[in-house]
């Protein structure tokens, strides 16, 4: 089974600052995704960014960035230039890449981080 | 396009009843997942739908069951209700067509907040 750990549980940055938030995994899979996702006090879940385990390269959105280390079960998010309105819940997931429709798929979730940009 | 919607957003239930909750997926999405939000067990998997077949479950009991219709429509049904089903219950829908932009990837519905007095 899988398993997502982020150890920070809560984070503060200043406005326009930068903050990296934690996540360390474990699989035996060797094909997978990692997510981030924000979660804010409305509780609607939001897609932050997507990280393939095949693929080496660390993926970006804008001001959000990874920085993935797979031999290390590492991903961590770096979110650039803080605005107000990332304050929320950040949520680090796996899922096993599906292998053809019989195969299913689920997100397995770490405990969440709290992260509150202050101006 | 419309996103996932759930139905009802909120509802309020007594231990001993019975409740069931909807979930309509993006247009064109086949696979459709639910997920308890609580605050001791964060987020769990409860079981994913493909094509009206549940092909993967999570360590729920046999109270919390499932279907999914032919529009890809997924409904969820908790019996015998217990004070700790009080949660947020998401649903997730997901495209396996890889000529999708962003297939493999979960989109979450807004979530029926249950609470079980």
């Known amino acids: 089974a899988q398993t997502v750990t982020q150890s920070q549980p809560e984070m503060s940055v200043q406005e326009a600052e930068t903050v990296t938030l934690s996540c360390t995994y474990d699989t035996s899979e060797n094909n997978y995704y990692l997510f981030w996702y924000k979660q804010p006090p409305s509780r609607q879940m939001i897609l932050v960014i997507r990280q393939e385990a095949y693929k080496q390269q660390n993926a970006t959105e804008n001001r959000f960035s990874v920085n993935f280390q797979k031999a290390a079960k590492s991903f961590s998010l770096k979110i650039s230039d803080s605005q107000l309105g990332d304050t929320a819940m950040y949520f680090c997931?796996?899922?096993?890449?599906?292998?053809?429709?019989?195969?299913?798929?689920?997100?397995?979730f770490g405990e969440g981080t709290q992260l509150t940009v202050n101006p | 396009k419309a996103g996932v919607t759930q139905t009802p957003r909120y509802l309020i239930k007594t231990r001993g009843q019975q409740v069931t909750l909807s979930c309509s997926p993006i247009?064109?999405?086949?696979?459709v997942s639910w997920y308890q939000q609580t605050p001791g067990q964060g987020l769990q998997f409860l079981f994913e739908?493909?094509?009206?077949?549940?092909?993967n479950k999570g360590n729920f009991p046999g109270r919390f069951s499932g279907r999914q219709f032919s529009n890809s429509r997924s409904e969820m049904n908790v019996s015998t209700l217990e004070l700790g089903d009080s949660a947020l219950y998401l649903c997730a829908s997901m495209s396996w067509d890889a000529r999708v932009e962003r297939h493999n990837e979960q989109f979450f519905g807004p979530g029926t907040r249950l609470t079980v007095l």
């Open positions: 247009s064109g999405h086949r696979s």
């Open positions: 739908y493909f094509s009206e077949t549940q092909r």
């Open positions: 997931a796996f899922m096993n890449r599906p292998q053809g429709e019989t195969s299913g798929s689920r997100l397995t």
